[in-house]
């Protein structure tokens, strides 16, 4: 099959007739040995994976929201399918969840059957919906900080998640890119794309001192060599940022930390204002009628 064109592509289902787009590829954890490591708190373990899965999963979400609402119908499909990764890492990470924490959760019951204040995603993943600028900042600051974090991973003394970085590293790269690119586009370009970037990266910089915090959970797995310590990312995610934004003309913004609640932020449950309603979209469904299949 020479696959010339996308619809020869569609017969290669390998006799699936479930197929759908996304299928057929290799199981990134086939072969992996899904144990928890010894000497690891599988607990612990656990609440890792499902702050890097909610982080993925809530992020995910906002970027479905912009389908028919991108500028150009390339940006539909980029932003589609960069959903698309993440929501697959998140399924992984969550799965990872229960079968770490010895509860047997599937993804399912960790996405749709939790309360606000059981996810654990850092607060700018779950942002209220702004702009296409502000739509870049994010997604420009969330993936060059999450795949500095993944490239340690892929050493992780956990195979799962070591495999899942590994796969994760290739999808980051190219949402770096992405973003990155129209960040010098809107940055280098009029007057008015300058200044809708320049707010939105004043918008979501707030939040970004908690992503190099460390959770009392991370400093344990980091000791015991499963997790990536998110202060050791910085030096690389502000040389990234720096890169990107001297091609875009814009200055590093220059505004105070987001505090935490009651010294608490996302990776304790503490989120802003929008995320409720995020869930109430995400979870409705589920909710409504959850013994159902489809």
């Not at 060059?144 to 799962?160: E, I, K, M, N």
């Not at 040389?239 to 932020?265: N, S």
Request: contains cysteine; aromatic residues 8%; proline residues 3%.
């Amino acid at each position: 099959m020479s696959f010339d064109n996308a619809y020869e592509a569609l017969i290669d289902a390998h006799d699936d007739s479930r197929w759908a787009f996304g299928s057929g590829f290799e199981d990134p954890l086939a072969g992996v040995d899904t144990s928890v490591p010894s000497g690891v708190d599988g607990s612990d373990l656990a609440a890792y994976c499902l702050m890097l899965g909610d982080d993925a999963l809530v992020l995910s979400h906002r970027l479905q929201q912009w389908c028919t609402f991108a500028p150009e119908l390339e940006d539909e499909v980029a932003i589609a399918n960069i959903g698309l990764d993440l929501l697959g890492q998140a399924r992984l990470l969550l799965a990872r969840a229960g079968k770490a924490d010895g509860s047997g959760r599937g993804e399912d019951d960790y996405a749709f059957f939790r309360d606000e204040a059981q996810f654990r995603n850092v607060r700018l993943a779950e942002l209220e919906r702004g702009d296409f600028g502000q739509l870049i900042a994010v997604l420009l600051v969330l993936s060059t900080w999450r795949l500095a974090a993944f490239q340690r991973l892929t050493t992780s003394g956990d195979p799962v998640l070591a495999a899942i970085a590994d796969k994760g590293v290739k999808e980051l790269t190219y949402h770096r890119d992405y973003a990155a690119q129209w960040a010098v586009r809107l940055g280098d370009g009029t007057d008015f794309s300058r200044e809708r970037m320049r707010e939105a990266l004043t918008a979501v910089w707030p939040y970004v001192d908690e992503l190099f915090t460390p959770h009392e959970i991370e400093t344990r797995l980091v000791e015991a060599g499963i997790a990536a310590d998110p202060a050791a990312v910085r030096e690389e995610f502000d040389g990234v940022l720096a890169q990107v934004l001297q091609a875009a003309t814009l200055e590093r913004p220059d505004v105070p930390g987001k505090a935490g609640v009651a010294g608490g932020t996302g990776r304790h449950g503490r989120h802003t204002e929008a995320m409720g309603y995020l869930l109430a979209e995400l979870q409705s469904v589920a909710r409504a009628h959850p013994e159902a299949t489809w």
